[in-house]
Structure formats: C-alpha cells, structure tokens
C-alpha cells in the first residue's frame, strides 16, 4: 500500500540554523500539507500546498518558514533560522482531494539547542 | 479559529469492552474525521463523517454527528491490546482543507 514517507525521522540543530525537512507523498496525491506536533499537545496546521503553491496557511506559517515542490515526488518545508520553540514532531500528509482523508508520515522530530 | 476539541478523558478498558470518545467543536463544519495516533508515530485515518450524516460505521468503529450540539462521538467495540493508541477528532470548515485537530484521548486496553 502506498505511503508517505519522510526523511529524516530525527533531525537535531542549533539555533539560528537552517533546517530542511522532506516528505515524499503519495505519487497520485494532489494535495500536500504540513502538520507539527509540540510534545504533549496538539497537532497543529501549518500549511497546505497545491498546484505549485501555497494554498492555505496557518498564523504559525511565517516567514522563517517555506515550502517547495523542487520535483515530481518531493515535498520540502523549510525553517530558515530555527528556534527553540520550533522543536517539535512535524508531520507531512498528502491527499487526492481537498478537505477530506489525509494520509500521514511516520514525522520528524526537530530538535532545536 | 475552527477546533475540534475532545472530552479530556484518558480511557483504561479491559479488552473486549467498548471504548466512546467525545469531540466537540465551535463552527460550521464541511466533515469531522477521527484519527489514530500510535506513541510517536504518524497519525492513521479512521472514519470521516460528513456534516449531513447523523451515523457511520467502519469495522467496530461507530461515528456520530450532532451538528445541533456541534458534537461527535467514537464508539470502538470489542476492543483489542493493538487499539491502544491517542485518538484524535480534526474537524474540516466548508472552503478550507485543513484539519483542526483535538487534544486527543489516550485510550489503553488491557489485555
């Protein structure tokens, strides 16, 4: 069965660094979305991705954050100069059409020191 | 903004009983779906119910909407040691397509 897969599953950096976080959705999916967890709260949106572009965003999306479609497969979110508080599990989900099922990676926890 | 929020409840059940979850949420609503979360693992789509249906079944998993009480709730039967998880209710707004998810209910069965 197809999945959504992410890489890596743990990244630790320090702060200010630039991290890049990957997700590859499911091949036949149109919609691409990020999703971060704070230990021990809830899944939060951050931003959803269609036809080559931002489609929707969260007040959390701001501009230390980006995200790119750079190939047919790859889906990448991008957090320029990462803080403490931007350590979290984060979460790439893909679906075939908008507003309904989401299928979910396994996540990346991001450490940020 | 748009959330669904769950009863606040952590269930401990022996296996075979059932298991009900509450989920209740502030707006207008496109669908509400229920998500499974395994500790530390990404979340598992389980049911989507849209706001123009009162009851739903998958396997032993029973979903209803109240859109009058803006409420929902998952009922598990016979529960299994492999249903131990977080359950999480996301509830999607008509024109959107993000989930809002809730706090989520950590649900243990005892073998």
């Known amino acids: 069965e197809p999945e959504v897969t992410q890489t890596p599953s743990h990244q630790v950096t320090q702060m200010g660094q630039e991290v890049i976080l990957r997700c590859v959705p499911i091949?036949?999916?149109?919609?691409f979305y990020w999703y971060r967890q704070i230990l021990g709260q809830k899944v939060e949106f951050l931003v959803s991705?269609?036809?080559?572009?931002?489609?929707?965003k969260s007040e959390i999306f701001d501009d230390q954050f980006s995200v790119e479609r750079p190939d047919g497969s790859n889906f990448t979110l991008k957090i320029r100069s990462t803080k403490l508080e931007d350590s979290a599990m984060y979460f790439c989900?893909?679906?075939?059409?908008?507003?309904?099922?989401?299928?979910f990676g396994p996540g990346t926890r991001l450490t940020v020191t | 903004s748009q959330q669904g929020e769950e009863d606040p409840q952590a269930l401990s059940i022996q296996e075979g009983e059932n298991a009900t979850m509450n989920c209740s949420y502030k707006?207008?609503?496109?669908?509400l779906q229920w998500y499974r979360q395994n500790s530390g693992r990404g979340l598992v789509h389980l049911i989507l119910?849209?706001?123009?249906?009162r009851e739903k079944h998958s396997g032993r998993l029973r979903v209803t909407l109240d859109t009058s009480k803006k409420s929902s709730s998952l009922l598990i039967t016979a529960s299994r040691a492999a249903d131990t998880a977080s359950y999480f209710c996301?509830?999607?707004?008509?024109?959107?397509?993000?989930?809002?998810f809730g706090k989520g209910n950590q649900v243990v069965v005892i073998p």
């Open positions: 991705f269609y036809n080559n572009e931002i489609s929707e």
């Open positions: 091949s036949n999916h149109l919609y």
């Open positions: 707006t207008s609503i496109n669908n």
């Open positions: 119910i849209r706001s123009n249906e």
């Open positions: 989900a893909s679906s075939r059409q908008a507003g309904y099922e989401q299928y």
């Open positions: 996301a509830t999607v707004v008509s024109g959107n397509n993000r989930l809002a």
